[in-house]
Structures are given as structure tokens and as C-alpha cells.
């Protein structure tokens, strides 16, 4: 691995820190807007950033928050992943998901009594394969019907978040103004994942993608929903929480 992940408060962040964020950023989405981004970043909580270990360099970031909701009576939680960037010299390196794994499965320990699910935001395909590759069940899916009870706490969610923005017609998020979209070396599809159902689901209900459109999605953050792939490196993270702290650990 190239890569270590770092996940800090966004409070901590200095101002050399972002404007390496935002460097990074911009040279990945066009149209990116300095106080756009500045906004965005203060309403999460914590970000993950991932650094070359050779160099030390931020080579990637993800920001997190959680947001709660009662929804028939029911109080939830979702995990909600804001900008996403990896350069394209580190796709491949397994360290973002790591550092998220880690951090849901704080998450998870946190309030075990409380469902998570995580609340997506693709605007590219590649965010969206993030479903398939850690999750059994997630929406909206290709070959399956979005649960009712599913549907509308997506809904819920992304009015909560993104107002009037959101069409749940489409569940599709179209912003007056831009909040970036992925460049052109980066919005094309190549010809090896032309074919992938998720990539042509994708691509047929969220068309415009390329300007921005941001497609809506959720699934439960669950050891059951969790696919083998990710259940051993998200029990990785689990059990090493559990060890760092003693008063999470059995008969403690």
C-alpha cells in the first residue's frame, strides 16, 4: 500500500491543509468554486485524509458526518459521505475504504442500538461501484424495487439535506449552480466497464452526471448487508477499536 489514512476533525484543519483539499479538488472537478467548497467542508464533522507514505503528501480525501432522523417513530442514523477525491496515480489502494470502514464501524459501536445506513451521493460511476463492492443490498439497484420504507427515508433524508435540489421523481440532486463536476480524463467510461449492469444502471438514471447531477443512494451499515470483501477488513477495524478502548470490550 501506498497510501495511510488519517481521519481528523475538520475543526483541525489549518489553512495550509485547505488549500491542499481544495487544490486537490479543483484539479479533479471543473467548475469548483473555492466557498463552495469551504461551506461544504464545514458542515462535516471529520475527514479522511490519505496520505503517500513515502512523501507524506495528501494524495486523497473523503469528508463524513452523520445525520439523525426519526422516521416513523424510529430514530436512524446515516452516514453521509461528502467530497470524494483519490488521484488517479492511487486508484487501486484499498486505504480509503480502510479509513472508512473505520470509521463506520466507530459509528456502529457508538450507539449499536440505533440503525445506520450510509447516504450516498454519486455523481460519477465510480462512487456509485462503492455499492456493490461492500454492500449485498442497496438502492436504487438495478434489478431490484427500492423498498417503500427505504425510498422514503432516502427521500427524507435528501430533502433534509439538499431541499429544493432534490427531484424524488428521479432521485436526482440538480443544483442552480454547479458544485463541480469530474473533468473530462475523468468522466469518461472505458470500454472494460461499458458492459457492468451497475455501470449502465448508473449511466441510464443519471445521464447528466457529466454537469454535476448527483444520483441519491442509501443501504444498512450492517455486519449481515456487509459482503465478505469488506466484512473482514470492516471487522479488522471493529476489532481494533474494541482493543483500544476497554471499556468496549466483553466483561470489561
Not at 46 to 66: A, H, K, P
Not at 120 to 145: A, N, S
Not at 205 to 218: F, H, K, S, T
Not at 219 to 225: L, M
Request: charged share 25%.
Amino acid at each position: 500500500m501506498k497510501l495511510h489514512n488519517e481521519i481528523v476533525p475538520v475543526a483541525s484543519l489549518g489553512a495550509s491543509d485547505r488549500d491542499t483539499l481544495f487544490a486537490l479538488y479543483s484539479q479533479h472537478y471543473s467548475g469548483a468554486r473555492r466557498d463552495q467548497f469551504e461551506s461544504d467542508l464545514a458542515e462535516k464533522e471529520v475527514v479522511i485524509l490519505l496520505r503517500d507514505r513515502s512523501s507524506d503528501q495528501v494524495r486523497g480525501f473523503s469528508t463524513q458526518m452523520i445525520l439523525r432522523q426519526r422516521i416513523d417513530g424510529q430514530q436512524v442514523r446515516a452516514l453521509f459521505s461528502g467530497d470524494t477525491i483519490i488521484a488517479p496515480s492511487h486508484w487501486g489502494d484499498q486505504e480509503l475504504r480502510r479509513g472508512w470502514c473505520h470509521y463506520a464501524a466507530a459509528a456502529l459501536i457508538a450507539e449499536p442500538g440505533v440503525p445506520l445506513y450510509w447516504f450516498l451521493m454519486t455523481k460519477g460511476y465510480r462512487t456509485y461501484l462503492y455499492l456493490p463492492v461492500f454492500f449485498r443490498d442497496f438502492f436504487p439497484h438495478y434489478g431490484r424495487e427500492t423498498p417503500r420504507e427505504l425510498q422514503s427515508m432516502l427521500d427524507s433524508l435528501a430533502r433534509q439535506k439538499f431541499g429544493d435540489a432534490y427531484d424524488a421523481s428521479s432521485g436526482l440532486i440538480r443544483f442552480a449552480e454547479t458544485h463541480g463536476q469530474l473533468t473530462d480524463e475523468l468522466s469518461g467510461v472505458p470500454v472494460r466497464r461499458a458492459n457492468d449492469p451497475h455501470v449502465k444502471f448508473f449511466l441510464e438514471r443519471n445521464p447528466d452526471y457529466v454537469r454535476g447531477v448527483e444520483l441519491v443512494c442509501i443501504t444498512e451499515i450492517s455486519h449481515e448487508n456487509i459482503r465478505p470483501f469488506a466484512r473482514h477488513m470492516f471487522w479488522e477495524e471493529q476489532r481494533a477499536l474494541v482493543f483500544d478502548n476497554p471499556e468496549l470490550r466483553p466483561n470489561a
